[in-house]
């Protein structure tokens, strides 16, 4: 049965007249129990559930006192997205007597950001299609020897196989499939085919047509094939196959070059089909109380997201076989961050601050940040004019009072503040610089924001329809909400605004998910610093369960590479190869052990 908004608030205001809402529940459950009911079926971006999520987050504002921005009609402000994307039919067909045609989605599949067209000319394999700007320690250029304009290119996914892993780390930044077609578009292609070559993970096999939010294509015409075209057309490439090519290059001798195909004339025609929708941002504000409104920076942004997964339909559910299809109703990931916010800004309200408060409620996190990368590019509130932003996701789970406070690298403010309001806190903290972090925190820090990350770490119902209400820690959230508050109220009154710093990234990671080559089923616990990965859970099924791997286990040695925190992890990860199995030693309960795990490849 779904509920209407108006019948959902009514059973949630007659559950606290009865005694369903007791006066000892903390503050943060009744709102938590909201927004992730069943009734609201996971807040998927764009759905009547999400709509009667930003109802509630509304009725809220108004009710603390909130005001729509500056020159808003209201706390709603839209944007469009993607909400879905198919391939309508796209074929391929090799010129000769008889010509060589393919149809099927195991031999030709437009990539999402696809532009539709028909193109038709001469092939030239490019190798890797990669183009990594050039410093002074490192440079590779797949174009560098070739001239591609008006041809079709042929490029391997992925990254050098045998590539030194220093070297892999910097590739794997420029290896994502947007990259390489910018690159060959860039260069005067007219499409690119992407070919997973036989020395790779998932050998021959088109790249999954995987959920694309941009609005837009990318200006080329884009198309992965499999191994049955890639075959036909090597056949006319003398003295050589696609493995014997790939082999070559997989040395990543930037000094190996790529070839055209001789004699060979093709025709690719994409047709992506993408569904349009619109979400909305949810923003209000508290306005200064003080006399003098402070000129410098004149706001401070509090946000979180309140979107979800709804049923895990777009590839981003860990639900285990069993749980298929369930609601996913986010009861750490993201109600726990509404909640926070939506209490901060009840103690905000009855503070006295020179500056104003914003309060924002993302839509699209799970996408990639759409809604927070929204409000950054149409700038309803000028980011020049933001003192600092809090960032609240998942913070529902408070364990031995460890909060960790991420992106500290972002200002030289942050950790001498944070040790000054924690004296009466009492929290565990665990500062981390990184800002570039999979939340809307990066949206705002890449605006040159000072930005800080409230997070109480992963655990193993992340992402699965048993992230729910009874789980949260309640008190512990109750705490975090008032720890914010307290920043916020401090940060709303300072003379000066805190100073931005750019955090360098790290030189580990990068790209975008069709960069990570495999999978092993780790869930690493960030809330807490130790030599080496500590990891709240296991996948089940996946290889480090298989390993015998649990929550509680540091992995300290992962095949050749030491492990002393997440970065050396990451690193790892690009140099190990697919079902070839590695030693990994790990630390459980004090003892140093030894397993075997086989990385499996990520489809």
């Known amino acids: 049965m779904t509920l209407s908004m108006p019948r959902l608030l009514a059973l949630v205001t007659l559950a606290a007249l009865a005694g369903g809402v007791s006066a000892q529940q903390h503050a943060s459950q009744p709102l938590v129990e909201t927004l992730a009911a069943d009734a609201l079926g996971g807040r998927l971006t764009g759905s009547e559930g999400e709509r009667m999520a930003a109802d509630v987050i509304v009725a809220e504002l108004e009710q603390m006192g909130a005001a729509p921005l500056p020159g808003q009609a209201g706390f709603r402000l839209p944007f469009g997205f993607t909400a879905g994307v198919d391939d309508a039919g796209s074929r391929l067909t090799l010129g000769g007597e008889p010509a060589t045609r393919w149809a099927e989605a195991s031999q030709v599949q437009a990539l999402s950001f696809s532009d539709n067209g028909s193109v038709t000319g001469p092939v030239m394999f490019a190798g890797y299609g990669l183009s990594v700007p050039e410093s002074g320690e490192f440079g590779y250029d797949s174009y560098a020897t070739l001239d591609v304009t008006d041809k079709i290119v042929l490029v391997l996914r992925y990254v050098p196989e045998d590539a030194d892993p220093d070297v892999r780390a910097i590739l794997s930044r420029y290896s994502g499939l947007r990259y390489k077609a910018l690159a060959a578009r860039e260069r005067g292609a007219k499409a690119i085919l992407v070919v997973t070559g ?68 093709l025709t690719i025609e994409t047709r992506v089909t993408r569904e349009q929708r619109q979400a909305n941002n949810i923003v209000g504000y508290l306005p200064a109380t003080a006399e003098a409104v402070a000129t410098d920076k004149a706001y401070v942004l509090l946000g979180a997201h309140y979107d979800h997964l709804g049923r895990g339909g777009n590839g981003s559910s860990l639900a285990r076989k069993e749980e298929a299809g369930g609601i996913h109703n986010g009861a750490d990931d993201n109600a726990s961050g509404v909640a926070a916010v939506l209490l901060a800004g009840r103690q905000l309200a009855r503070a006295a601050r020179a500056r104003h408060v914003l309060l924002a409620f993302w839509s699209g996190e799970e996408l990639g940040v759409l809604g927070s990368s929204d409000f950054v590019r149409s700038q309803p509130v000028a980011m020049d004019a933001i003192a600092a932003y809090l960032n609240f996701d998942m913070v529902g789970r408070l364990t031995d009072d460890k909060l960790v406070m991420q992106a500290v690298g972002s200002s030289a403010a942050w950790p001498a503040l ?26 705002l820090n890449q605006a040159g924001v000072p930005s800080l990350n409230f997070f109480t770490g992963s655990h193993a119902d992340y992402h699965r329809p048993t992230d729910d209400p009874e789980r949260i820690n309640y008190e512990g959230l109750d705490r975090i909400a008032a720890f914010g508050a307290a920043a916020a109220r401090r940060i709303a009154n300072m003379v000066d605004a805190p100073a931005f710093v750019q955090v360098a990234r790290s030189s580990a990671g990068g790209g975008d998910r069709d960069t990570l080559r495999v999978f092993t089923g780790t869930i690493p616990d960030y809330t807490t610093e130790v030599e080496g990965l500590l990891l709240s859970g296991v996948i089940e099924g996946g290889p480090a369960d298989q390993a015998a791997l649990t929550g509680g286990d540091v992995i300290v040695q992962f095949g050749s590479q030491t492990i002393a925190n997440i970065y050396d992890y990451t690193y790892a990860l690009d140099a190990v190869k697919v079902d ?6 790990y630390i459980r309960d004090g003892e140093r052990r030894e397993t075997t795990l086989t990385p499996r490849a990520r489809r």
């Open 580 to 585: 070839e199995p590695l030693t990994v030693i």
């Open 198 to 265: 036989p020395r790779s993970p998932n050998a021959g096999e088109t790249v999954p047509m995987t959920f694309d939010t941009a609005i837009s294509g990318s200006g080329i015409v884009a198309a992965s094939v499999g191994g049955d075209v890639a075959a036909a057309l090597f056949a006319h490439v003398p003295d050589t196959t696609l493995e014997q090519a790939q082999a070559a290059l997989d040395s990543a001798n930037p000094h190996v070059a790529g070839f055209e195909i001789p004699g060979v004339e």
């Open 418 to 443: 944070l040790e000054q309001l924690n004296a009466d806190a009492g929290f565990d903290l665990q500062l981390q610089d990184d800002p570039y972090l999979p939340t809307d925190v990066s949206s």
